[in-house]
């Protein structure tokens, strides 16, 4: 498995974005989390996010449609920053409120994840099992439905990643 790569198209514009805590909600998988040993308080198991509700980037349309030259629709985003010791251990998303909202199964949800800076020391993706350390901007993965993922940052600089959801 290889993170996939675009031409990046963006500046940091990002980093000025209106980031706000929103706290992991899905309490069986914090449940199974403290059952294999993590004990960080339940703040931790997120970064900060921006999403389409907020105000985005000048260049966000773009992404958009990156996303519908690969078939997707309903696209949504959300920029997301994680800082120093900031976790989400291994889970799969569950899309429930996108599915209902959109009428769709969750294996034909797809999430790609755009890296928007380069990588720096303490930072941490792995997508089914594999590890992805010392990204560039611009590296992206793609995955379906409720493939296990998990992200970290043990660094002390911020992680920035776009997260694009949508569904063939």
Known sequence: ???????PFWDDEFKDLDYRKEIFNDEY?????????????V???????????????????????FAKERGLKDIGVCYYRMGTN????KHSDAYNAYTKKFNCKSENVQKILFFLDDWKSGHYFELEGHPFVEWVRGNYALWNGSTEHFAANIGTEFRYTLQITGHK
């Open 29 to 41: 998988a914090i449940e199974k989390w403290r059952e294999n040993g993590y004990e960080n308080p």
């Open 1 to 7: 498995m290889e993170l996939k790569y675009i031409e």
């Open 86 to 89: 900031e976790i989400i251990p």
């Open 43 to 65: 703040e931790s198991f997120s970064g900060k996010m921006a999403n389409y509700k907020d105000r985005v980037p000048s260049w966000n349309n773009k992404f958009i449609d």
